[in-house]
């Protein structure tokens, strides 16, 4: 692991500990040359997992692609960086729970939805708007409209 401020290739781990959420390790680290501390986060990554376009194209799963899309939906959103990340990690785990090596956009989209939905109705909304493509504000507005109907019964 390099130091982000020398760019010395050796570092020491001080201290290693299991994240909030239960399957990420925060590791505490030290540059052996200019001493800097700072911490990295160790995780599980969705390998070889490929995903359905639409078109019917096939592409890598990327959790990039999943944290700029959530990003975007949480825009100037009460969301703290631990519980994107929590938030994060738990699409994945069901991601993976499907054991599937190849996976539709549509099955992963639906993943999002359901966990979005619990979190934040405005993400929701934001994310459903672009996921479903809406073509009117009649269908917009439906889908608002059976968010806050279904918030209101609990």
Do not use: W
Request: aromatic content about 10%; glycine content about 4%.
């Amino acid at each position: 692991m390099k130091c982000p401020v020398c760019n010395y290739k050796e570092t020491k781990v001080i201290d290693s500990r299991v994240a909030s959420d239960g399957i990420t390790i925060r590791r505490r680290r030290e540059c052996l040359k200019c001493g800097f501390r700072f911490s990295t986060y160790e995780q599980v990554e969705l390998l070889e997992l490929m995903v359905i376009k639409r078109n019917g194209y096939k592409e890598g799963y990327s959790r990039e692609k999943l944290e700029k899309g959530l990003r975007k939906a949480f825009q100037k959103r009460p969301i703290k960086d631990e519980a994107f990340r929590i938030l994060v990690n738990k699409i994945e785990r069901q991601i993976q729970a499907t054991k599937k090596i190849e996976i539709t956009s549509q099955e992963v989209g639906d993943i999002i939805m359901k966990e979005l939905k619990k979190k934040d109705p405005v993400a929701y909304i934001r994310f459903a708007s672009v996921y479903h493509a809406f073509k009117d504000l009649a269908t917009f507005q439906k889908e608002i409209n059976a968010v806050f109907k279904k918030k209101k019964k609990k």
